[in-house]
């Protein structure tokens, strides 16, 4: 077939029906189709008080004049106000902080920058946009498509409004003294001390300021006092226990800020979120305001949700049908696109995902034309920044037609304007969606989106029911700053940098205030880690810095050090929790494209050894957990307990009751399965590891034994239909917690001792919880809707790893009855909407735009 190149809705039309022509005749992967319509742009002009090199300087890379979202963004930040821009891909954020910084700078020669990402990839990126900002390099070449000379410069990067700019322009732009600079662990030793003496805008990383900038502040003393900005990228990526940290580290900086008298503006940009200006309070802990109108312009795009077919030559475990696999699916669909000539991005779950997705494509290319073949690439962590920028260039100039991604690189990746999109799994949120799916596009053309389904609950539930992600506002951040897990390390941090005030805990402007502080605070002043003075709350230890202890990254257990046992090369850390389920004996282990097997784990040295292989398989652990309640609230029938944050609250309505507290888990890997890429399971591997305990946060429903009698459901079903209905709730609450699946476990039994009935707990994956039990519990009306709908509209007959099936199931999905789990459900749901309970309402940010289009059938 000849590629297809003419715009508008009729070539993104024509590539959709390329991939429908390549299925097997009688399956019909498509489940719905989506056609968000165009919208223009609206520029205005520039602000007043933006400093004219600053303005000429955005002028010789193309940039006329801005867009209103970036206007308005930029002057609510120069007039001192904290606010949060959350406005889609590439839709000129980088811009709207740009503009203040710069002008600030150049208007104060001795004010300073600070600019956060979540990860070292977007920091270069921006750092590299600035310096050719500043510098005016030569950046478009006569090999660059109209409207996307930016990847090799600046307005890709920055997602500036302007057309393609001038071809030279070298020279001085005025803005010479910014002296823009990164500050990360990659930052040689040598060069550090030049950062902190000399630089005006550090490029850094929540990490650097934890570990490095705040426990040493007396050497980043000027650097802080003249502090004019804080920058957040991305903001959106700091969620759960990571959130967590993060809001704390946030506050530690204000307090020191103020200790040298400067009160920084913020500046957050954010995927478009429920309630930004909310969800951006919690994690500064500032009043904020948001921009969320955007004023870019955009294409028309389609998109398409797709699932794979039940394959009946292949039974999984307990003989459960298997689904063709998304990564093979879109290995195929990418070598389609690519054959089209359309330049194609497909996003992929895992590194090695993502170079066998490349290497589906390239093989099939190579059968049709073998030049084709040399046109599709991986595109993973582990590439050097030069061979990035290749890959985006080539990418972008066409020599390169195909390329698979990890989600991984989703904040890092520069590249947007794509004819097609392919996410082979959703990718757990529906910001990550929406932030993937707005690589495709360009001013006046068309593009595809396909979501290919995994094999999963969530997946199946979402491309059965579309409005569930076309049609609603995307997820809030869910974070916790008074887990005292994480409250308790970073006070330590805090007393460690300047003594803890009475002030800073007590009061409505408390900095660190908030519930349980006081409690934290003596426990560790108990533990010895802190001196209470009259004064304030004092670190014991002046020769030591607890900064250096505190993982904000992990759950606060410590880290298992990952050895290569040949070379000695450490190659990773994982979470000493979660170590004997990911690097135990016999663990597929990935490092940067590259597959490991773990030989062995010792949990008290810290260390997992491996070495490297190649397997023709993958490994998921199973573990068998035991759920105590820990507090139990006794409320009067009928009620509905308001939350705070760390209480226990309960919900009764009738013979249901759903309730949400503490818990203590011990769980235990009691072997691993070894799977095909194919999801047929090779063989069950048993192990001998050690329990664990957690103390966590969860919800938990009950029913009395005699609702489900009326129900039709005898006794000797009971354990089986809770235990598929516990495993599917576990699947879908991540559509509404903005989590992963495995961030969070669960228990089911038809008698627990606690409660005294058939009980299904939920549980947080992490000491202290997440605040993923907490929005279970507000929204349990929608989840086990979600939950019973994903189950009933599965079309397996008995169960299957799309709807009840759990790839970590301890008990090796044993027994479980999908029948008798949607009657669980209905007794729980029609308890509940008898008793009156509602959930919360709307957002109040409005939802994206209203797809048209109908479902295929």
Request: aromatic share 6%.
């Amino acid at each position: 077939m000849c590629p297809a190149t003419g715009p508008g809705p009729v070539r993104e039309v024509s590539l959709l029906g390329r991939l429908i022509a390549g299925v097997t005749p009688g399956e019909s992967p498509v489940t719905h189709v989506a056609t968000l319509e165009a919208r223009p742009g609206e520029q205005v002009a520039w602000p007043s008080w933006a400093a004219a090199p600053v303005i000429e300087a955005f002028g010789r890379v193309g940039v006329a004049r801005p867009w209103s979202h970036q206007a308005r963004a930029a002057s609510l930040a120069w007039s001192g106000e904290h606010v949060v821009l959350a406005t889609g891909t590439a839709s000129g954020k980088s811009l709207a902080y740009q503009l203040p910084v710069l002008s600030a700078l150049l208007g104060d020669r001795k004010a300073t920058a600070l600019y956060l990402s979540p990860t070292k990839a977007l920091g270069a990126d921006q750092l590299r946009a600035v310096h050719e900002l500043l510098e005016t390099p030569d950046r478009v070449s006569v090999g660059d498509p109209p409207g996307l000379t930016g990847f090799s410069g600046l307005a890709g990067a920055s997602g500036l409004s302007g057309g393609p700019g001038p071809t030279g322009g070298s020279g001085p732009t005025g803005l010479g003294d910014v002296r823009p600079a990164t500050f990360d662990g990659d930052t040689p030793t040598a060069e550090r001390d030049w950062v902190r003496t000399h630089a005006r805008w550090v490029f850094s990383n929540p990490d650097m300021l934890h570990r490095s900038v705040l426990p040493r502040h007396a050497r980043w003393a000027s650097f802080l006092r003249r502090l004019r900005y804080v920058v957040l990228d991305e903001c959106h990526a700091y969620r759960g226990v990571f959130g967590s940290h993060v809001a704390l580290l946030l506050r530690r900086l204000r307090r020191l800020c103020a200790r040298y008298s400067s009160y920084p503006t913020f500046v957050l940009a954010s995927a478009t979120v429920s309630d930004p200006a909310s969800s951006a309070g919690r994690l500064t802990g500032l009043p904020i305001r948001a921009v969320t109108e955007d004023g870019s312009p955009r294409g028309p795009r389609t998109v398409a949700l797709w699932e794979p077919p039940l394959l009946e030559e292949l039974r999984g475990e307990n003989g459960a049908p298997v689904r063709r696999s998304a990564g093979a699916e879109a290995g195929r669909m990418l070598a389609d696109l690519v054959v089209e000539g359309a330049r194609t991005l497909a996003f992929v779950r895992s590194r090695v995902g993502a170079e066998t997705v490349a290497l589906r494509a390239a093989r099939a290319l190579a059968e049709v034309d073998p030049a084709l073949a040399r046109r599709v690439s991986a595109y993973r962590a582990g590439f050097l920044p030069e061979e990035r920028r290749t890959l985006e260039r080539d990418l972008v100039s066409g020599r390169l037609l195909g390329v698979a991604s990890t989600n991984a690189l989703e904040l890092g990746v520069d590249i947007a304007g794509l004819d097609a999109v392919l996410v082979a799994g959703f990718p757990g949120t529906r910001a990550s969606f929406w932030q993937q799916a707005g690589r495709a596009g360009r001013a006046g053309r068309a593009a595809l989106v396909v979501l290919v389904a995994r094999d999963d609950p969530l997946d199946t539930y979402l491309v059965h029911h579309p409005e569930a992600l076309l049609g609603r506002p995307v997820e809030g951040c869910v974070l916790d700053p008074t887990n005292p897990y994480v409250l308790g390390p970073q006070l330590a941090c805090a007393a460690a940098e300047s003594p803890v005030t009475d002030a800073e805990v007590s009061g409505p402007d408390a900095l660190l205030g908030g519930a349980g502080t006081r409690a934290v605070l003596d426990a560790l002043v108990a533990d010895g880690m802190l001196r209470r003075r009259p004064a304030g709350w004092f670190w014991s230890d002046p020769s030591g810095r607890p900064a250096a202890s505190v993982d904000i990254r992990g759950g606060g257990g410590g880290q298992v050090a990952v050895v290569e046992a040949e070379t000695g090369r450490m190659l990773g850390t994982v979470d000493h929790a979660r170590a004997p389920a990911t690097v135990h004996p016999g663990a597929v282990y990935l490092h940067r494209g590259e597959s490991f097997v773990v030989d062995e784990l010792a949990l008290s040295d810290g260390l997992a050894l491996v070495h490297a292989e190649e397997p023709e398989w993958s490994t998921s652990a199973r573990t068998v957990v035991d759920v105590e309640v820990l507090d139990d609230p006794d409320v009067s029938p009928g009620s509905d307990v308001s939350l705070g944050s760390g209480s226990a609250a309960v919900r009764r309505a009738g013979g249901v009751t759903v309730r949400l507290g503490a818990v203590t888990v011990t769980s235990r890997v009691v072997s691993y399965l070894r799977r095909r890429p194919s999801g047929e399971v090779i063989e069950t591997v048993p192990l001998e590891m050690p329990e664990q305990s957690l103390r966590t946060r969860s919800v938990w429903y009950t029913i009395e034994e005699s609702l489900l009698t009326e129900a039709g459901l005898p006794a000797e079903r009971v354990p089986g239909s809770l235990h598929a209905a516990e495993h599917a709730a576990i699947g879908l609450l991540p559509l509404f917690a903005v989590c992963d699946r495995w961030d969070i476990g669960g228990m089911s039994t038809a008698l627990h001792p606690d409660t005294g009935t058939p009980t299904v707990f939920v549980h947080d994956g992490y000491p202290g919880g997440a605040g993923f039990a907490e929005r279970g519990y507000e929204v349990v009306l929608t989840w086990l809707l979600a939950t019973r709908e994903a189950i009933a509209g599965c079309e397996c007959r008995l169960g299957c790893p799309s709807c009840v099936q759990s790839p970590k199931c301890g008990n090796g999905n044993n027994p479980l009855d999908k029948a008798g789990a949607v009657v669980v459900l209905d007794v729980v749901l029609g308890a509940l909407r008898e008793a009156g309970f509602a959930e919360p309402g709307p957002t109040t940010m409005p939802p994206p735009p209203q797809p048209s289009g109908d479902a295929i059938s």
